[in-house]
């Protein structure tokens, strides 16, 4: 508890009401205040932000709700310094599902409402949606001689591009014409006083409001069979909590069956919240979407700025956007006329934040749809094994989509042993022939390769040298588009070596297959061919993506090119030949999980051949043919690969039968997160032995991290195991009390994972 005020003490009444509050810290509680003057009780109210004395400085926080006793003496309350809003910014049951969010994740209750609220709420007293920040050249700047910035390339190309427009440019205009870390070299400029924000006002969003048959534009596809008894089926309990599985393969029509359900809840004047797991999938179902239905439908996603996101977010509170399309933190957004909740892909790992509050949007959304009494839809191609357990039990329910939709039928899928043969960059002379065949039918290839980049190795013929990075225990990838050694783990980058930094031999020898390194090969076998790559590298500005997948699906594109990008929802009617070119890579690997996740992935990048009336054919390159989860996946589909997955798991009760959390901790020395991560695990033995009495609970570890040196960080971790959740839950409660005020723990930075899905 921040400390009192000496000089102005305040004693509490016996009618005197206490605000409990949400301050933004480390602290996993919640702070009592007082009000400032008796005319504050008629405005304060739960889910207002207020401004509160903390220590020696004051921070934005948000009122949880009103009591008339505090833990806390009467004379080391304080008073709240100001009341920052007329109404509230969160309504009850989103002020509920948060703090149950934060005692699910074990994670302090201010955190998690920060990052519940947009960044203009956070920071500022008086925040306004219409804001627009963009950057302008100061009078420095024009007088100084740039010429002493020609070897800072992106500064002096930042001043190039604000010289050609006077009143400015935002972050997302900037963007479209730099590339590389040019945000680092706009902060310089801003430092060095070249350049300055200026903030302009912009318009506020246009919305309509139509009600009953008015909502749609266009009418309904036709449906199957399959697809009418899963709309019919859902629509029986669309005004009710309800949760369903939706397992359709890919083609089958998942989307159309959206449609149709939101259609009756936009009928019934209600709002729908659409979760998908990247912003690649916004675009082609706000499409949809908007061919469909006559409301506002808009994003929200990290793609937008921070006013963009204000706006959107205060729209949709406000009930004018009918449908929200969002990636995970859209789940926090309040919506007064919540009718239902779609997930589509919901086996996806996107949907797992992986830093700060490590929560599932999947779990979360199932919480709201429950506490807000309203329907909630999964779907997915290829379910995880946490939806199908549950269908099991019983507790959501299960309905399968096994037919594509119109005449389209499943891809041919087969392996290709590519032992003994030669390879060109990771194409067999096999797969080049297929292809051949399939472009001279004036049809589209998708190749796969989940790996960017030239080169993930750069070795010296003579000595042995490996571009390591220094950072990471990981090594440099070579980007042969920029000539430069990239770490996609930490980012740091540097100069291609002319000569080897150890011997000093000139010979330099690029091992492994990337993305670039396929499309240098595809373009020298194929040169009369339209050649198109999609990963990160080619669409880091905004509306790359859209416009590249127009050109796929327009024909003007022959051959695609990929990460996991492709993998994932998108229609590509003329692709009738898909080969995934190291299907290896996904086989060996410590995660319990990678079975399933490459299971996924095969199915999912399978999924983009043959959908439309063109047969599709599908081709996996690998040296293990005989793997029998491979075979399990072609012989028996990824219902067979699941129902042996489960079986197994439950033999070793691990998730979905067991629960997990998994310990995380970093520090400078090895030591420090060692010493801490044994003191954690003589805590919880304790707990375990006396509280549970020795209770089924496992500690694995502790480990150094698979990844020990990850940015310049030691790092390792403790796995927590449990058949019951809420011994698990007691177990971490327990090391919580105890570490939190452990001076060994300001020497590492920690964290719980509840429910970890990567080891990593």
Same mark, same amino acid.
């Given at each position: 508890?921040?400390?009192?005020?000496?000089?102005?003490?305040?004693? $509490?009444?016996?009618?005197?009401?206490?605000?409990?509050?949400?301050?933004?810290? %480390?602290?996993?509680?919640?702070?009592?205040?007082?009000?400032?003057?008796?005319?504050?009780?008629? =405005?304060?109210?739960?889910?207002?932000?207020?401004?509160?004395?903390?220590?020696?400085?004051?921070?934005?926080?948000?009122?949880?709700?009103?009591?008339?006793?505090?833990?806390?003496?009467?004379?080391?309350?304080?008073?709240?310094?100001?009341?920052?809003?007329?109404?509230?910014?969160?309504?009850?049951?989103?002020?509920?599902?948060?703090?149950?969010?934060?005692?699910?994740?074990? #994670?302090?209750?201010?955190?998690?409402?920060?990052?519940?609220?947009?960044?203009?709420?956070?920071?500022?007293?008086? %925040?306004?949606?219409?804001?627009?920040?963009?950057?302008?050249?100061?009078?420095?700047?024009?007088?100084?001689?740039?010429?002493?910035?020609?070897?800072?390339? =992106?500064?002096?190309?930042?001043?190039?591009?604000?010289?050609?427009?006077?009143?400015?440019?935002?972050?997302?205009?900037?963007?479209?014409?730099?590339?590389?870390?040019?945000?680092?070299?706009?902060?310089?400029?801003?430092?060095?006083?070249?350049?300055?924000?200026?903030?302009?006002?912009?318009?506020?969003?246009?919305?309509?409001? %139509?009600?009953?048959?008015? /909502?749609?534009?266009?009418?309904?596809?036709?449906?199957?069979?399959?697809?009418?008894?899963?709309?019919?089926?859902?629509?029986?309990?669309?005004?009710?909590?309800?949760?369903?599985?939706?397992?359709?393969?890919?083609?089958?029509?998942?989307?159309? $069956?959206?449609?149709?359900?939101?259609?009756?809840?936009?009928?019934?004047?209600?709002?729908?919240?659409?979760? $998908?797991?990247?912003?690649?999938?916004?675009?082609?179902?706000?499409? =949809?979407?908007?061919?469909?239905?006559?409301?506002?439908?808009?994003?929200?996603?990290?793609?937008?700025?921070?006013?963009?996101?204000?706006?959107?977010?205060?729209?949709?509170?406000?009930?004018?956007?009918?449908?929200?399309?969002?990636?995970?933190?859209?789940?926090?957004?309040?919506?007064?006329?919540?009718?239902?909740?779609?997930?589509?892909?919901? #086996?996806?790992?996107?949907?797992?934040?992986?830093?700060?509050?490590?929560?599932?949007?999947?779990?979360?959304?199932?919480?709201?749809? !429950?506490?807000?009494?309203?329907?909630?839809?999964?779907?997915?191609?290829?379910?995880?094994?946490?939806?199908?357990?549950?269908?099991?039990?019983?507790?959501?329910?299960?309905?399968?989509?096994?037919?594509?939709?119109?005449?389209?039928?499943?891809?041919?899928?087969?392996?290709?042993?590519? =032992?003994?043969?030669?390879?060109?960059?990771?194409?067999?002379?096999?797969?080049?022939?297929?292809?051949?065949?399939?472009?001279?039918? !004036?049809?589209?290839?998708?190749?796969?390769?989940?790996?960017?980049?030239?080169?993930? /190795?750069?070795?010296?013929?003579?000595?042995?040298?490996?571009?390591?990075?220094?950072?990471?225990?990981?090594?440099?990838?070579?980007?042969? @588009?920029?000539?430069?050694?990239?770490?996609?783990?930490?980012?740091?980058? @540097?100069?291609?070596?002319?000569?080897?930094?150890?011997?000093?031999?000139?010979?330099?020898?690029?091992?492994?297959?990337?993305?670039?390194?396929?499309?240098?090969?595809?373009?020298?076998?194929?040169? *009369?061919?339209?050649?198109?790559?999609?990963?990160?590298?080619?669409?880091?500005?905004?509306?790359?993506?859209?416009?590249?997948?127009?050109?796929?699906?327009?024909?003007?594109?022959?051959?695609?090119?990929?990460?996991?990008?492709?993998?994932?929802?998108? #229609?590509?009617? !003329?692709?009738?030949?898909?080969?995934?070119?190291?299907?290896?890579?996904?086989?060996?690997?410590?995660?319990?999980?990678?079975?399933?996740?490459?299971?996924?992935?095969?199915?999912?990048?399978?999924?983009?051949?043959?959908?439309?009336?063109?047969?599709?054919?599908?081709?996996?390159?690998?040296?293990?043919?005989?793997?029998?989860?491979?075979?399990?996946?072609?012989?028996?589909?990824?219902?067979?690969?699941?129902?042996?997955?489960?079986?197994?798991?439950?033999?070793?009760?691990?998730?979905?039968?067991?629960?997990?959390?998994?310990?995380?901790?970093?520090?400078?020395?090895?030591?420090?997160?060692?010493?801490?991560?044994?003191?954690?695990?003589?805590?919880?033995?304790?707990? &375990?032995?006396?509280?549970?009495?020795?209770?089924?609970?496992?500690?694995?570890?502790?480990?150094?991290? %698979?990844? *020990?040196? &990850?940015?310049?960080?030691?790092?390792?971790?403790?796995? /927590?195991?449990?058949?019951?959740?809420?011994?698990?839950?007691?177990?971490? #409660?327990?090391?919580?009390?105890?570490? *939190?005020?452990?001076?060994?723990?300001?020497?590492?930075?920690?964290?719980?994972?509840?429910?970890?899905?990567?080891?990593?």
């Amino acid at each position: 508890m921040p400390k009192n005020n000496k000089e102005n003490p305040v004693a $509490v009444k016996s009618k005197q009401i206490i605000v409990q509050v949400a301050v933004p810290t %480390p602290l996993r509680r919640k702070f009592d205040y007082l009000l400032a003057s008796e005319d504050d009780h008629e =405005r304060i109210q739960a889910g207002i932000r207020v401004l509160v004395p903390f220590g020696r400085t004051t921070k934005i926080a948000i009122v949880l709700g009103l009591s008339e006793h505090s833990d806390v003496p009467a004379n080391k309350l304080r008073p709240i310094s100001k009341i920052l809003d007329k109404q509230a910014i969160l309504p009850i049951d989103i002020i509920k599902l948060l703090n149950w969010v934060a005692t699910y994740y074990q #994670h302090p209750i201010g955190e998690v409402f920060q990052t519940a609220i947009p960044v203009h709420y956070r920071k500022k007293e008086t %925040p306004f949606a219409n804001e627009e920040i963009r950057y302008i050249l100061t009078q420095q700047a024009l007088d100084n001689d740039w010429t002493i910035l020609k070897r800072a390339i =992106r500064q002096l190309s930042l001043l190039k591009q604000l010289q050609v427009v006077p009143e400015g440019l935002t972050k997302e205009q900037l963007s479209q014409k730099q590339e590389g870390q040019w945000q680092t070299a706009l902060k310089t400029l801003i430092d060095k006083n070249w350049v300055k924000e200026q903030v302009s006002l912009k318009a506020k969003l246009a919305y309509s409001y %139509p009600h009953g048959e008015e /909502v749609c534009k266009h009418s309904a596809l036709t449906l199957n069979k399959e697809q009418e008894r899963a709309v019919s089926a859902l629509l029986e309990k669309a005004d009710e909590y309800h949760a369903s599985l939706l397992d359709g393969i890919t083609g089958s029509g998942k989307t159309e $069956v959206y449609l149709s359900f939101i259609e009756y809840q936009l009928k019934q004047s209600r709002q729908v919240l659409v979760l $998908v797991p990247e912003i690649g999938l916004t675009p082609q179902l706000l499409e =949809r979407f908007k061919h469909r239905f006559n409301v506002t439908i808009q994003t929200l996603h990290s793609g937008l700025n921070n006013t963009q996101r204000m706006l959107v977010w205060q729209q949709v509170s406000e009930g004018k956007v009918r449908i929200l399309i969002g990636t995970r933190s859209a789940v926090f957004t309040p919506m007064p006329d919540l009718g239902a909740i779609l997930i589509d892909e919901e #086996h996806d790992l996107s949907f797992k934040q992986q830093d700060g509050i490590r929560y599932s949007a999947k779990d979360i959304a199932l919480v709201r749809a !429950n506490n807000a009494g309203v329907p909630i839809i999964l779907g997915s191609a290829t379910p995880s094994m946490e939806s199908l357990f549950l269908c099991q039990q019983g507790k959501m329910s299960h309905y399968k989509l096994r037919q594509r939709a119109g005449k389209a039928k499943p891809p041919q899928v087969h392996l290709l042993d590519v =032992r003994g043969q030669y390879l060109q960059h990771g194409l067999s002379q096999s797969l080049i022939n297929l292809m051949k065949q399939h472009l001279e039918k !004036n049809n589209q290839v998708l190749l796969f390769q989940n790996r960017r980049g030239y080169s993930p /190795v750069l070795l010296c013929n003579k000595c042995g040298w490996i571009s390591h990075c220094h950072r990471c225990d990981a090594k440099l990838t070579y980007h042969r @588009q920029h000539h430069r050694l990239r770490c996609h783990h930490c980012q740091v980058e @540097q100069e291609l070596p002319a000569h080897c930094p150890e011997c000093a031999h000139v010979e330099l020898s690029y091992l492994g297959i990337g993305t670039e390194r396929v499309e240098k090969t595809v373009r020298e076998l194929f040169p *009369e061919v339209e050649i198109v790559r999609i990963d990160r590298d080619t669409t880091q500005r905004k509306g790359t993506l859209e416009s590249i997948l127009e050109r796929v699906k327009d024909g003007q594109q022959q051959i695609l090119i990929g990460t996991q990008m492709l993998a994932k929802g998108h #229609h590509f009617p !003329n692709v009738t030949l898909v080969a995934i070119l190291d299907i290896d890579q996904g086989l060996y690997s410590i995660d319990f999980r990678a079975p399933e996740r490459l299971a996924q992935l095969i199915t999912q990048v399978s999924g983009r051949a043959g959908r439309a009336e063109k047969k599709g054919q599908v081709v996996l390159q690998t040296s293990h043919p005989e793997d029998e989860t491979l075979n399990t996946l072609l012989n028996e589909g990824y219902m067979g690969f699941a129902q042996k997955a489960l079986a197994e798991r439950k033999e070793l009760l691990l998730p979905p039968y067991a629960y997990q959390a998994l310990i995380r901790a970093e520090a400078n020395k090895t030591s420090d997160y060692q010493q801490f991560l044994d003191a954690c695990f003589q805590v919880m033995t304790q707990i &375990k032995n006396t509280l549970l009495q020795g209770n089924d609970s496992q500690f694995l570890g502790p480990v150094p991290a %698979p990844m *020990e040196k &990850k940015a310049g960080k030691f790092r390792g971790q403790l796995l /927590v195991q449990s058949v019951q959740r809420k011994n698990l839950h007691r177990i971490l #409660h327990g090391l919580i009390q105890t570490v *939190e005020t452990n001076k060994m723990a300001q020497r590492v930075r920690w964290s719980i994972d509840i429910d970890p899905q990567d080891l990593y």
